[in-house]
T-cell receptor, first 114, second 114 residues
Framework: DTGVSQDPRHKITKRGQNVTFRCDPI?????LYWYRQTLGQGPEFLTY????????KSRLLSDRFSAERPKGSFSTLEIQRTEQGDSAMYLC????????????FGPGTRLTVT | AQTVTQSQPEMSVQEAETVTLSCTYD???????LFWYKQPPSRQMILVIR??????QNATENRFSVNFQKAAKSFSLKISDSQLGDTAMYFC???????????FGTGTRLQVFP
């Protein structure tokens, strides 16, 4: 097992463009999470899925953000009409169980909006 | 709402010495989980240690141990026999029972010197 993977690792885009990130969780994990980490801060929760169902969304996730996990495997996070304030590291994590068990993190996608 | 505070932005320690990282949190919950995650430079975040609030016994994992003071809402991490590979950002995190959302502090950057 290669762990959680994310693609791309880096993305530079111009303000107003749409971007999409992909996360592939550990294969047997049914829970998948998205977090955002800005410079000097800890990760902030965005949303999570159990299988294909999106169970919780943070208020941080504005209407410009949408996440999907169509077949309960990989997930995509799309940001429409990007703004400079969207520049951050977007982290994906997965786990096999609820109840305070370990979340395994991917390497992240660093987004820079110019 | 729960908050996690790490009051030490940076710490340093000499190899083989012991260092303690501080974390306090605020919650009205009685049952929850606490975590320390490590984020090495340019590498993904990994779990260091986990504590269940209903357990009075402090968690230990090899050279890592915690001092969990529930009444004081304090959760410090002690690293014994520090190694160069311990150089990283360390994040304290809180999780409410029956949720999957991690709430992180702002992190402590630990530098281990030879």
């Amino acid at each position: 097992d290669t762990g959680v993977s994310q693609d791309p690792r880096h993305k530079i885009t111009k303000r107003g463009q749409n971007v999409t990130f992909r996360c592939d969780p550990i294969s047997e994990h049914n829970r998948l999470y998205w977090y955002r980490q800005t410079l000097g801060q800890g990760p902030e929760f965005l949303t999570y899925f159990q299988n294909e169902a999106q169970l919780e969304k943070s208020r941080l996730l504005s209407d410009r953000f949408s996440a999907e996990r169509p077949k309960g495997s990989f997930s995509t996070l799309e940001i429409q009409r990007t703004e400079q304030g969207d520049s951050a590291m977007y982290l994906c994590a997965s786990s096999s169980r609820q109840g305070g068990y370990e979340q395994y993190f991917g390497p992240g996608t660093r987004l820079t909006v110019t | 709402a729960q908050t996690v505070t790490q009051s030490q932005p940076e710490m340093s320690v000499q190899e083989a010495e012991t260092v303690t990282l501080s974390c306090t949190y605020d919650t009205s919950e009685n049952n929850y989980y606490l975590f320390w995650y490590k984020q090495p430079p340019s590498r993904q975040m990994i779990l260091v240690i986990r504590q269940e609030a209903y357990k009075q016994q402090n968690a230990t994992e090899n050279r890592f141990s915690v001092n969990f003071q529930k009444a004081a809402k304090s959760f410090s991490l002690k690293i014994s026999d520090s190694q160069l590979g311990d150089t990283a950002m360390y994040f304290c995190a809180f999780m409410k029972l029956n949720t999957d959302k991690l709430i992180f502090g702002t992190g402590t950057r630990l530098q281990v010197f030879p």
